[in-house]
């Protein structure tokens, strides 16, 4: 007799959906039983650092990830990086179990009460199985819904005693639509208008690194020869960050943002929000005389969007159909102005950020990855360590802390499933750390080379940054003095050690890129609150 579980799992197979990011239960276990030998199981401590590894697995690898948690209290634990993972727009199948369908009605301990609503509004569908026979086809169901435009993660509840049913009928594979192309008549009318613009501007979005859209962006950007700006919080990179083209980020601020639009007559936006922002500073969006266009590939955030004409398109496509359709400028093209670094510093008591970034970057190997959750240190990582190739660059999209860690262990298992192996160096700073501290262990027990730098000034310091913008002193608990960063990862089974010096900083890097596990580098920095913007 063939089960309803022997064809789950041959679907799973043919699908190859063959990695399971989980953290079992009780009510998970007959879905686990006797685990294929060609299945690979990667355990995590904590349902939240779950589901960010198998996000930045699903990212890295280009592949669908898959995640079992613990009924009602598992995928609570994890709905903080179900956020993140919505909004960095993961394909991803979430699977939990539910308690056997003969007590549902009395609702039991560790039952999951109306569990197709729990996930929602973070969900892309939602679904508790009706009876066991439909299980395959559920999973076929939310596969394809996770990788149609826009993707993102589904999630399904799946009584434990379903999976010894007898199984009715055989799997069907479908091939699924991942990309939708834009409106002829519309594009070529966006086309004209950047055409015919004086002083344009592009903003690249995250959904240009998702679709492979690097080489179209750039041809596109130099036909134009407009500025090229990333958009603000972008939680990938999407165009060279050398390029002499390339301008920086966009702010978030309502009002700082209008400032660095002054003096466009037209902004391109493609394959991100219009726009993030965060905190409120009021202003006007766009300056007098400035036109928006707006190019995504999900009609909910082209509806959010407060100003801009937009347009529904998978980003490659609809650079290279504006490519295609724009006339050549003759326009002097942009050149950004030569930006004075500041690593040149000299070393006093303690590391500054930019002290610590340039000694990272003097030994950065070219194809490495950079992960990054250290929000007060941005600006000054992003300056000493550009990103200059595609699923090179990965950071939180929600704002929510604790992805970072986690994501960057399920990033280092996907360059070892894809056989690129590529370096994967995170900055984590050191409140980030302690969301997701135990996700150590699994990259101890599954000995991925990840090489993770502290930057450890003892406080939540974009917090601080807020404070001083929203006026709010004496506000408590931004300081978190006493946590023995290296002790921490040595008890998880991690090669670690605390530096002072760029000097130290330098020689640990390049120690730790030999090495075949994960080594933390706890770097201790001053305690300068950088402004918001």
Not at 119 to 135: L, N, Q
Not at 151 to 162: A, E, I, M
Not at 418 to 428: F, G
Not at 452 to 476: G, R
Request: aromatic share 8%.
């Amino acid at each position: 007799m063939s089960t309803v579980r022997d064809h789950t799992f041959e679907l799973m197979r043919k699908l190859g959906m063959t990695t399971i990011f989980g953290n079992p239960g009780s009510t998970e276990e007959t879905f686990l039983k006797q685990f294929p030998d060609d299945f690979t199981y990667v355990l995590g401590l904590q349902e939240a650092s779950v589901l960010a590894m198998a996000d930045g697995y699903a990212q890295a690898s280009g592949t669908v990830g898959f995640v079992n948690l613990h009924t009602a209290p598992g995928l609570g634990n994890a709905l903080g990086n179900l956020v993140n993972t919505r909004m960095s727009k993961t394909p991803m199948i979430i699977t939990t179990g539910q308690q056997t369908r003969a007590m549902l009605l009395m609702e039991p301990w560790l039952s999951n009460v109306d569990a197709a609503t729990f996930p929602r509004p973070h969900v892309k569908w939602s679904y508790e199985t009706s009876h066991a026979e439909e299980t395959p086809a559920a999973f076929m169901r939310a596969y394809a819904a996770a990788l149609q435009s826009p993707q993102g993660p589904v999630y399904l509840s799946l009584p434990l005693d379903d999976w010894d049913k007898e199984a009715i009928g055989t799997p069907v594979i479908r091939s699924v639509a991942q990309r939708s192309g834009p409106d002829p008549e519309r594009i070529a009318v966006f086309a004209q208008q950047l055409s015919e613009a004086k002083n344009p501007l592009l903003v690249f979005g995250s959904d240009i690194d998702r679709s492979g859209g690097w080489d179209a962006a750039i041809a596109l950007a130099e036909k134009i020869g407009a500025p090229v700006y990333l958009a603000p919080a972008s939680e990938r990179c999407n165009f060279p960050e050398d390029h002499p083209q390339f301008a920086g980020s966009l702010i978030f601020g309502i009002a700082p943002l209008h400032d660095q639009l002054v003096g466009h007559d037209l902004v391109v936006v493609i394959g991100a929000p219009v726009f993030r922002y965060y905190p409120y500073v009021p202003g006007e969006y766009l300056p007098e005389g400035c036109r928006l266009l707006h190019i995504t590939d999900d009609p909910n955030e082209a509806a959010r969007a407060p100003v801009g004409d937009s347009l529904i398109s998978n980003a490659k496509l609809a650079l290279e159909a504006l490519h295609a359709l724009t006339t050549t400028s003759n326009r002097t093209p942009y050149v950004r102005k030569k930006r004075i670094s500041a690593s040149s510093a000299k070393h006093t008591e303690k590391m500054t950020p930019d002290e610590l970034f340039a000694a990272i970057a003097s030994v950065r190997p070219e194809n490495a990855v950079i992960v990054t959750e250290s929000p007060s240190n941005l600006a000054s990582l992003r300056a000493h360590l550009p990103v200059t190739k595609p699923l090179s660059y990965f950071t939180l999209a929600s704002g929510g802390l604790g992805f970072g860690l986690p994501a960057s262990i399920g990033i280092a298992l996907a360059e070892r499933s894809t056989k690129r192996n590529r370096p994967v160096l995170s900055i984590i700073g050191d409140g980030s750390f302690q969301y997701s501290v135990q996700a150590l262990w699994t990259a101890a027990q599954m000995h991925t080379p990840n090489v993770i730098v502290v930057p450890v000034n003892h406080e939540y310091a974009i917090l601080k940054s807020f404070a001083a913008l929203e006026q709010t002193p004496d506000v408590p608990g931004l300081s978190i003095p006493g946590i023995d960063i290296a002790g921490l990862a040595t008890a998880y089974g991690c090669h670690a050690v605390t530096v002072t010096t760029p000097d130290a900083v330098c020689e640990h890097v390049q120690h730790a890129l030999q090495r075949s596990g994960p080594t933390v580098i706890a770097a201790m920095i001053d305690e300068t609150v950088p402004p918001l913007f």
